[in-house]
């Protein structure tokens, strides 16, 4: 691999005393040793990307596509893995409850009333009271050693919950479930964002997500095996809990070896692949990483209508999705299937998630565009609601109420979308990390109301439930539209401001062009050679009038 940097000599800018032996050796831990107290204070305050490539020679770097699968493989390699088993625990231990529902937990533990449904939304509850602490603390720590912690700690917490012999007991275990579990999604955008273009961002998200239908089947599939157990000693959730629990805890341990930090930070890649890799997210305008928190970009977020738009979508496609995975099993149930039938008709609905989400991330890569996708996505969930709503449960109906049952799966691919929308169209670390928080109270407040507006009283019809269903679709659907059309007016603002500081009114967007695109674009291009200097100055994208939306 040909050389990408060339050393700074011992007149580096930051400090007289550097030499190219010092420069040599910048890698994870020691590349800011060399400074002093008043340096490193300063140099926090600044994106740490920035800071690496000063002390590196600010060298730009043109990567070959060639150079470019290979590192983008690399970084693959060392991060899905992880993320995907740890987001994957995390989604099969909130489907823990409702395989658990179908095979007597209610009765085992004597759960009366709304019980079973507030201990569905104890977890958003306990989430959403942690987003403002889980906000600051993403900015603060080091993700390579936050993340394992709070994983440990909800394998534990877990295990610990086959223990629970009543509601009480299963409320506090599954609130602290909540607690530690609170910044696993947040985390996880943000360490796409700094480790991804903005186009390579929504397949990955959709490797996380598609864990939803992989829980379905793998899922459905223990609790089938467990359930056939006969044991006057263990009940078949206590030993999911038990199991779950010890998985998580073992990831927990290894995630102390393998979770990554920051492209600057990260062991895995020499001094030139960590240039290369900061040179491929200049186009992103979205900046690396830097652990000063900025209290005016949480109040930019707080002011920006975006923000307050993610929030409501967020909040609207909690409920169905949390009512959704807190009753999808007894909802089949209703139809008249038994408890091992309907784990079995599970994978099936797990397997059309999958799919469903594969495909619609990637027209996501394909057109660069969001909102067709989630406008798609509603349109077929709400026929798909409507058909449950006004079909009979008698068995010759079996088969129409499987179908929108399963139509229903398209649903899945709608709150990973307008996530990915979301990490794609704001930047400035404080604020992304803020507008991430401020989306997922969104979630967790609609999480908590959505399993309330379930009742087991309603069986099998849930009427309740299925009309907020459709509202909520609705809801989305217009909100989606006033959200596109506000996105396209920021663009056209940006034109005007760049065409008032004699920039180029049109710049091509990098971020969402694989890289033998961007060397063909680059090679007959003629615009403003700035361009993209300023992406590592944490600027947030109302600063930045080179920010391109994505629609």
């Not at 079973?116 to 306990?126: D, K, M, P, W």
């Not at 999604?185 to 864990?211: C, D, H, K, M, P």
């Not at 449960?393 to 990915?420: C, E, G, H, W």
Request: hydrophobic share 50%; proline share 3%.
């Amino acid at each position: 691999m040909a050389a990408l940097v060339s050393r700074a000599d011992s007149g580096s800018k930051l400090s007289p005393s550097l030499t190219k032996v010092e420069l040599a050796l910048s890698s994870s831990e020691l590349w800011t040793s060399h400074l002093t107290n008043a340096q490193s204070q300063n140099l926090a305050k600044q994106d740490e990307a920035r800071t690496f490539l000063s002390l590196n020679g600010n060298v730009s770097h043109r990567i070959a596509p060639r150079e470019d699968v290979l590192l983008l493989r690399k970084i693959d390699r060392h991060l899905m893995p992880i993320m995907f088993c740890i987001y994957f625990l995390q989604l099969m231990d909130k489907q823990t409850l409702s395989f658990s529902s179908v095979f007597g937990l209610a009765k085992d533990t004597d759960l009366v009333g709304d019980d079973y449904s507030l201990l569905g939304s104890i977890v958003f509850i306990a989430q959403l009271v942690m987003q403002p602490i889980s906000a600051y603390l993403l900015v603060k720590f080091r993700l390579s050693l936050y993340v394992p912690v709070i994983v440990t700690l909800w394998g534990m917490t877990l295990a610990c919950m086959a223990a629970a012999k009543n509601f009480i007991g299963l409320l506090i275990a599954r609130f602290f479930l909540g607690v530690f579990e609170a910044s696993i999604q947040a985390s996880f955008i943000l360490t796409v964002q700094i480790w991804y273009r903005r186009q390579e961002q929504g397949i990955r998200l959709a490797v996380f997500y598609s864990g939803a239908g992989w829980v379905n089947i793998f899922g459905s599939l223990i609790m089938y095996g467990l359930g056939h157990i006969n044991s006057n000693v263990m009940r078949p959730y206590q030993l999911v809990f038990l199991l779950l629990g010890g998985i998580t805890l073992l990831v927990g341990f290894v995630s102390f070896f393998k979770f990554p930090d920051n492209a600057v930070r990260c062991k895995f890649l020499s001094n030139e692949e960590k240039v290369m890799t900061i040179e491929r997210l200049r186009a992103n305008q979205q900046g690396l990483e830097t652990k000063d928190f900025k209290l005016k970009q949480v109040k930019e977020t707080l002011l920006d209508i975006k923000s307050w738009c993610w929030m409501i979508l967020a909040f609207i496609m909690a409920i169905p999705a949390s009512g959704i995975t807190s009753f999808g099993p007894l909802i089949i149930r209703g139809f008249g299937f038994d408890r091992y039938n309907v784990m079995l008709l599970m994978i099936p609905f797990g397997t059309l998630q999958i799919i469903f989400i594969i495909t619609a991330f990637w027209f996501n890569k394909k057109y660069s565009r969001k909102s067709p996708v989630i406008l798609f996505g509603l349109l077929c969930s709400t026929v798909a609601a409507a058909i449950l709503l006004v079909t009979g449960r008698a068995p010759k109906d079996q088969p129409i109420l499987l179908l929108a049952y399963y139509m229903l799966s398209t649903f899945v691919f709608i709150p990973a979308t307008v996530i990915n929308w979301q990490s794609s169209n704001v930047a400035g670390h404080t604020k992304k990390s803020a507008t991430t928080a401020f989306m997922l109270m969104g979630t967790f407040s609609g999480s908590i109301v959505g399993p309330l507006l379930f009742s087991t009283e309603e069986q099998p019809y849930y009427r309740k439930g299925v009309i907020s269903m459709l509202a909520c679709f609705s809801g989305c659907f217009v909100t989606v539209v006033g959200l596109l059309c506000y996105l396209m007016h920021l663009n056209e603002r940006n034109k005007r401001r760049r065409i008032g500081k004699g920039k180029a009114a049109v710049i091509m967007d990098y971020s969402m062009l694989d890289t033998r695109h961007i060397e063909e674009e680059k090679a007959k291009e003629s615009s403003n050679a700035t361009i993209g200097t300023h992406a590592f100055d944490d600027l947030t994208d109302l600063e930045n009038d080179e920010f391109i939306y994505v629609l």
